[in-house]
Structures are given as structure tokens and as C-alpha cells.
């Protein structure tokens, strides 16, 4: 009887034990489960400077979210893929990029999937070597992490390496790029810097702004030497572009916007001649590449890749920003000829 005893007890403890590992494996998959139910847990929101994305209760950024038809979809630059992935890992050490808590949003947008490239956007290598009229070789560098308000400046020097001229992102802005972010108050109001004079923050910071084209320009001018020039073309429309430049395959510095989504304004002050400036969001700087009938081709550095856009789409938002644009214009190498000689 109490062998039967001991032998009861010995199979109650497997049972318990057994159970109780089912129990941990019960959890863990559907914590997996729940990781990847991707509807349920990945939203974005924009709070006028940064999108964020939560994934399961943990809020992050390094990203991009729009709507095909009647589908939302996220794409994730590399440093999104990297927070993704220590997410799955239960490795989380990116306290800059993740929190545990998710604010209170007015307008969340659920996401039905997550994608690392942008579907019916983005561009192949080997796609953009069967259109002749695509500058080819264009390497595209990422602003991410350390320049994620810098489009100006990386799309600028992918141009500069591009040419052959060796220059780094951080010798780019820390040598040359005008960079102001004296905000102050003045009889009330905000008073700040003029993005057309200087880069309206750092581009290493998140909270900084941007510049518009006679920054970059004015940057070229300091950095260029001889038989290099910067010329700002802005006034030309993509398609004038096109003609005047891409065919002679001649990169195009353009302000765009982001995704090339409508403009908007939320941030706003006023600049020393008492002018209000309202600040564009969703501006954005890459380089135009190509084109084709249809599209129009850009390297963007948000992306780290060749986006295509409807041509009217990419006009329209072009224009929005002012149809700002700069090229590096190599000068014609000059012959001395000497003159013939003249017998009296």
C-alpha cells in the first residue's frame, strides 16, 4: 500500500510537471501568435515631427505607412527592421527607439502589413538597367541613424560621391551646412531661423527641421572647387528636368515630399523681417534619377532605395514645394587655341 502510495505521488508530480510545461509552451506560442497578428498590434501616428509605429504595446520609429486601395501597409527602413526584430527577440536595448507604453492618439491607422520595401513603389537594380532614360550606377545612401532629418545633406552627398567626389555625410554638415535653431520668443511671438538661410535645427536630431535649396547651394558653393559648380535650378518643372539634365545623365537634387504625400502645416513662427513662415512637414529631399512614359525616378535616402512615382502625381508635389532643385554642373574643360598668325 504505500509502494502504491509512493507511486501515485510519483505520477501526480509528472502529471503536474507535464502540465505545467504545457502551460509554458501554451504561453509562449501565443505570444509568438500574437506578435505576428499584425492587424491587431501595429498602428502609426504622427505627432508633427516623427511617425511611430507601436508593435505589441511597444512604441517605435524608422518608418513609413500609406493606403493602396482600401489596405494600409507599414515599410520599415533597416533601423525599423532592427527594432522589430530585438522585439521578437525579447532583446530590447534601443531605449532612443522603443518605450512600454503607447499615448493616446486621435487617428490610429491599422496596419495590415508590415513590408520591408514599398510595394508598386520601389525599384529593382535590375528593373532600372532596362530603362535607358535612368541614370545608372546611382548608389543610394541611407540617412539612418545618424542623420534622420538630414535628406538634404545625404541626398546631396550621394550626388558629390556620385561625381567621384569623396566627401562624408558628417564632413558634409559639420563643415559646410548652415545650421541655426534660435528660437525665441519676441512680443509674444515665436521667432526662429529661415530655412533658406541656414538648417533649421541638426540633422542628427529628430526634432530638427530641414533647409530648403539655397542652403544646400550655399554649402556647394563652399565645398566645390573648379571644374565643379552648383547651380540652383529651381522654377524647372521634372519634365524640363528631364530634358535639360537626366538626358545628359546629370543627377537632379529635388524637394519633394514625403512619399510624395500632401503637404502640411502644423508648425509655424516668424522670421527676423516679421514674415510668418509655416513649415512644409512632410518636406523631403532626393534625387531625381530617371524617368520613363509613365513614372518618375527617385534615389531616396529615407528608404535607402529608388522609389518610382506617377509622373502627375510626382509634379504635383514637386510643385507644392516650390519646384526647388539643384544639379553639379562639371564646366567644360577649355582648349587653348592660338591665333593664327597675320601677315601684313
Known amino acids: 500500500m504505500k509502494r502504491f502510495n509512493i507511486l501515485i505521488?510519483?505520477?501526480?508530480a509528472v502529471f503536474a510537471f507535464a502540465f505545467s510545461s504545457c502551460r509554458e509552451s501554451s504561453v509562449?506560442?501565443?505570444?509568438?501568435?500574437?506578435?505576428?497578428?499584425?492587424?491587431?498590434?501595429?498602428?502609426t501616428y504622427f505627432d508633427g515631427y516623427t511617425t511611430y509605429y507601436t508593435y505589441d504595446s511597444f512604441l517605435f520609429k524608422y518608418g513609413a505607412s500609406y493606403k493602396e486601395k482600401d489596405r494600409s501597409f507599414l515599410t520599415l527602413n533597416s533601423q525599423g527592421e532592427k527594432v522589430v526584430d530585438e522585439?521578437?527577440?525579447?532583446?530590447?536595448?534601443?531605449?532612443?527607439d522603443v518605450v512600454d507604453t503607447v499615448p493616446d492618439v486621435d487617428d490610429e491607422i491599422i496596419v495590415d502589413e508590415v513590408l520591408k520595401e514599398l510595394p508598386f513603389n520601389s525599384v529593382t537594380n535590375k528593373t532600372l538597367a532596362t530603362?535607358?532614360?535612368?541614370?545608372?550606377?546611382?548608389?543610394?545612401?541611407?540617412?539612418?541613424?545618424?542623420?534622420?532629418t538630414g535628406c538634404e545633406s545625404v541626398s546631396t552627398v550621394m550626388v558629390l560621391k556620385f561625381l567621384g567626389l569623396e566627401v562624408t555625410v558628417d564632413e558634409f554638415v559639420d563643415n559646410y551646412l548652415d545650421k541655426s535653431y534660435a528660437f525665441y520668443y519676441k512680443n509674444g511671438n515665436l521667432m526662429g531661423p529661415d530655412p533658406t538661410k541656414h538648417f533649421?535645427?541638426?540633422?542628427?536630431?529628430?526634432?530638427?527641421?530641414?533647409?530648403?535649396?539655397?542652403?544646400?547651394?550655399?554649402a556647394l558653393d563652399k565645398f566645390l572647387e573648379e571644374p565643379y559648380c552648383a547651380v540652383e535650378t529651381t522654377g524647372k518643372t521634372l519634365e524640363e528636368?528631364?530634358?535639360?539634365?537626366?538626358?545628359?545623365?546629370?543627377?537632379?537634387?529635388?524637394?519633394?515630399?514625403s512619399q510624395m504625400v500632401e503637404l502640411q502645416y502644423i508648425r509655424s513662427w516668424y522670421l527676423a523681417d516679421g514674415s510668418l513662415f509655416n513649415w512644409p512637414t512632410n518636406e523631403h529631399c532626393a534625387v531625381f534619377i530617371g524617368y520613363d512614359d509613365t513614372f518618375y525616378y527617385f534615389a531616396d535616402p529615407y528608404y535607402e532605395c529608388v522609389l518610382k512615382f506617377y509622373k502627375n502625381?510626382?509634379?504635383?508635389?514637386?510643385?507644392?514645394?516650390?519646384?526647388?532643385?539643384?544639379?553639379?554642373?562639371?564646366?567644360?574643360?577649355?582648349?587653348?587655341?592660338?591665333?593664327?598668325?597675320?601677315w601684313t
Not at 9 to 12: A, E, H, Q, S, W
Not at 87 to 93: G, K, S, V
Not at 203 to 211: A, K, V
Not at 325 to 334: D, F, Q
Open 9 to 12: 505521488c510519483i505520477l501526480c
Open 28 to 43: 509562449s506560442s501565443a505570444s509568438v501568435l500574437k506578435l505576428n497578428t499584425l492587424p491587431k498590434i501595429v498602428v
Open 87 to 96: 522585439i521578437l527577440n525579447e532583446d530590447i536595448d534601443r531605449s532612443e
Open 131 to 148: 530603362i535607358p532614360t535612368v541614370i545608372q550606377n546611382f548608389n543610394v545612401i541611407s540617412q539612418f541613424p545618424d542623420f534622420p
Open 200 to 218: 533649421v535645427g541638426n540633422p542628427r536630431q529628430e526634432t530638427s527641421f530641414g533647409c530648403m535649396a539655397p542652403v544646400i547651394k550655399n
Open 241 to 257: 528636368l528631364s530634358l535639360e539634365y537626366i538626358d545628359k545623365g546629370v543627377p537632379v537634387i529635388t524637394w519633394i515630399t
Open 313 to 342: 502625381y510626382a509634379e504635383t508635389r514637386f510643385e507644392s514645394m516650390g519646384l526647388q532643385s539643384i544639379v553639379i554642373e562639371e564646366a567644360e574643360k577649355k582648349i587653348d587655341t592660338p591665333l593664327p598668325e597675320i
